[in-house]
């Protein structure tokens, strides 16, 4: 076992991966901005058992991120994978169009991520060792409506994590895309609406996940059922698809690590 940088570790995905990955042996340097939650988060791995390390930090700040590994490098050792979680997103409708919201959704999204890679692979690299992880979305497969700044980001990290695999093969580093749909990550309320399709718990999901961390897979894709539906959009005679998507974009506040539908 090793030291695993978990980032967006606060709540939601990243707090249920940092439990599972910290009860399986890891020692956890956990990354996020809400310095409360992160504590809460330390103190329960530490009550179960485990090691853990609380880097209150923005990932998008780039020397703050390069700092934080620092620190958790001389208090717990090389980082030996990296699982950059930290994103979320809001909605961009074209008819109300903002480019200061698209930034602020990509510089999450994917220069985060950029930064987290930066800061922890250079040691990697010198070690001839290491695992990137990157939590993306289905929403990066194709864009969809009322998600431009937030498909367009994790269509970007896909295409990131393909490069660094491609340039590390032969390195003994592994790289990972985690790709989840829907995922309900606050308990469903008793007769509530059924809300998005394909939805999956967010302890199911992150039990898949972390099998496929420690598997160091290439790829985890999943439901297969709304990969599959979104795929088959693009099969669709010209217009079609386009005609089905219309109108059904989220005009909710934004959510982590969830595509908008």
């Known amino acids: 076992m090793g030291v695993t940088l978990l980032t967006g570790a606060s709540s939601g995905i990243g707090r249920s991966l940092a439990r599972r990955l910290a009860a399986g042996g890891e020692v956890m340097a956990l990354v996020a901005r809400r310095d409360e939650l992160l504590a809460s988060l330390v103190a329960e791995i530490e009550a179960a058992g485990g090691n853990a390390l609380a880097l209150p930090c923005d990932v998008t700040d780039r020397v703050a991120l390069a700092n934080a590994v620092d620190i958790a490098e001389s208090q717990l050792g090389p980082v030996t994978r990296l699982v950059a979680n930290a994103g979320g997103g809001e909605p961009t409708d074209a008819t109300q169009f903002d480019a200061g919201v698209f930034e602020s959704v990509v510089r999450l999204n994917l220069v985060g991520v950029a930064n987290a890679v930066a800061a922890v692979l250079p040691g990697m690299l010198a070690r001839g060792d290491g695992h990137l992880v990157a939590t993306g979305s289905l929403a990066g497969c194709r864009g ?56 999956v718990d967010l302890e199911v999901a992150t039990a898949r996940m972390e099998n496929a961390i420690l598997a160091r897979r290439r790829r985890l894709i999943f439901p297969w059922s709304l990969a599959l539906a979104i795929g088959l959009t693009r099969l669709l005679p010209f217009g079609i698809d386009e005609w089905l998507l219309a109108g059904r974009g989220r005009t909710a506040g934004p959510r982590r690590n969830e595509p908008p539908a």
């Open 144 to 199: 969809l409506p009322s998600a431009a700044a937030y498909s367009a980001a994790k269509g970007g990290l896909a295409n990131l994590m393909d490069s660094l695999r491609i340039d590390l093969r032969g390195r003994g580093i592994a790289v990972t895309l985690l790709m989840p749909g829907f995922v309900r990550t606050k308990p469903k309320k008793p007769g509530g609406s059924r809300g998005k399709p394909f939805r």
